[in-house]
Nanobody, 122 residues
Framework: QVQLAESGGGSVQVGDSLRLSCAVSGFSICMAWFRQAPGKEREGVAAIDSDGDTNYEDFVKGRFTISRDNAKNTLSLQMNNLKPEDTAIYYC???????????????????WGQGTQVTVSS
């Protein structure tokens, strides 16, 4: 069983930065961030495995950085150059079983946090 709790969301202006954190109880080889914008389905953002290998969706490459600290049991998402379209509830997630490829595909993740709101205003 893995429990997750996000923090760090808030309201910012276009071009600002924000860092999300996720406190993790338990261990998962593959962890990820997802987001859900108003009126849209939840989508993957980035994933990271226990060795630190990462995968990003194209719309955040170069702006967002996912990281994890296995010793401190934390998952982070550094978000730079935020845009209005980044407005969403952001969720951290952990894979319940081993996966062949650690990628932010929703079907691979069985544990979810409650989410944290990020609002970007122009």
């Amino acid at each position: 069983q893995v429990q997750l709790a996000e923090s760090g969301g808030g309201s910012v202006q276009v071009g600002d930065s924000l860092r999300l954190s996720c406190a993790v109880s338990g261990f998962s080889i593959c962890m990820a961030w997802f987001r859900q914008a108003p009126g849209k389905e939840r989508e993957g953002v980035a994933a990271i495995d226990s060795d630190g290998d990462t995968n990003y969706e194209d719309f955040v490459k170069g702006r967002f950085t996912i990281s994890r600290d296995n010793a401190k049991n934390t998952l982070s998402l550094q978000m730079n150059n935020l845009k209005p379209e980044d407005t969403a509830i952001y969720y951290c997630a952990a894979a319940a079983v081993s996966v062949a490829w650690c990628y932010p595909s929703e079907d691979d993740f069985g544990y979810w946090g409650q989410g944290t709101q990020v609002t970007v205003s122009s």
